[in-house]
């Protein structure tokens, strides 16, 4: 199963044509992804997009948080827990990264390199990443997009953050960060893509199961009292 979190939403007419696209090219479900900003607006047509999209592709929607302010995530967070099948925190920020690892109510860090010139993350961080259960997020787009030295960069940071992974063992996702029906890659060709950068086919497919795993625990989030414990109904 080939998951991707990370598509980027808009219109109801552009949201089709990427759902149609990514489905042609092997994809089993994708996440629409809008900032905090668009995410209410988002359901208005969420229905209308369910029902073009019957038989073709599933989907949902992420809420993609972009801030600096920490206390702000934390409220969005919060605020957006409930409706979100997933939560993810755009970094680069040092101070954003390590708060966003601390916050089991957020699901991803993405793209804890961005505007770096380190991956964002170190030992410390990792190991927060593991205690929380919050996946980092690597974007193909990333790369795609650009080019020579700052290309060269994006790449080295993401084999910085394969031997922390490799050592810490901590959630792993792969997004493509598509906009348009061009930045849209087959499975093979994106799966090919990764192993390319250093992954192994295992750890790329491994993503994608934990994509999967994002998504069937926010549906069960409300039953989890604690870590490890969950509510259950008593059908005697």
């Not at 809008?34 to 995410?39: G, H, K, R």
């Not at 961080?125 to 080019?147: G, T």
């Not at 922390?164 to 598509?178: D, V």
Request: hydrophobic residues 35%; charged residues 25%; neutral net charge.
């Amino acid at each position: 199963m080939f998951f991707d979190l990370n598509i980027k939403g808009s219109s109801l007419e552009n949201n089709i044509d990427l759902a149609c696209e990514a489905s042609g090219y092997g994809w089993n479900h994708i996440n629409f992804s809008y900032n905090q900003d668009d995410f209410k607006q988002a359901f208005e047509f969420k229905d209308e997009l369910s029902e073009k999209l019957e038989n073709t592709i599933s989907f949902d929607y992420t809420l993609e948080i972009k801030s600096n302010n920490v206390s702000e995530i934390r409220k969005l967070s919060r605020k957006f827990r409930n409706r979100a099948s997933c939560i993810s925190v755009v970094g680069g920020d040092l101070k954003v990264n390590r708060n966003v690892l601390e916050n089991i109510q957020i699901d991803v860090l993405s793209r804890p390199y961005l505007r770096r010139y380190d991956s964002g993350l170190n030992h410390v961080l990792a190991k927060e990443a593991v205690n929380n259960n919050v996946a980092i997020e690597l974007c193909f787009k990333d790369v795609l997009k650009s080019y020579l030295a700052h290309r060269s960069k994006i790449l080295s940071n993401f084999k910085d953050i394969y031997v922390l992974y490799r050592k810490f063992n901590f959630p792993l996702i792969l997004s493509s960060r598509a906009e348009s029906i061009f930045d849209i890659r087959t499975t093979a060709d994106f799966t090919a893509f990764f192993t390319q950068t250093g992954l192994t086919s295992d750890e790329v497919y491994s993503s994608f199961k934990t994509a999967q795993n994002i998504l069937e625990y926010n549906l069960e989030r409300k039953n989890y009292i604690l870590k490890g414990v969950r509510r259950v109904t008593d059908e005697a």
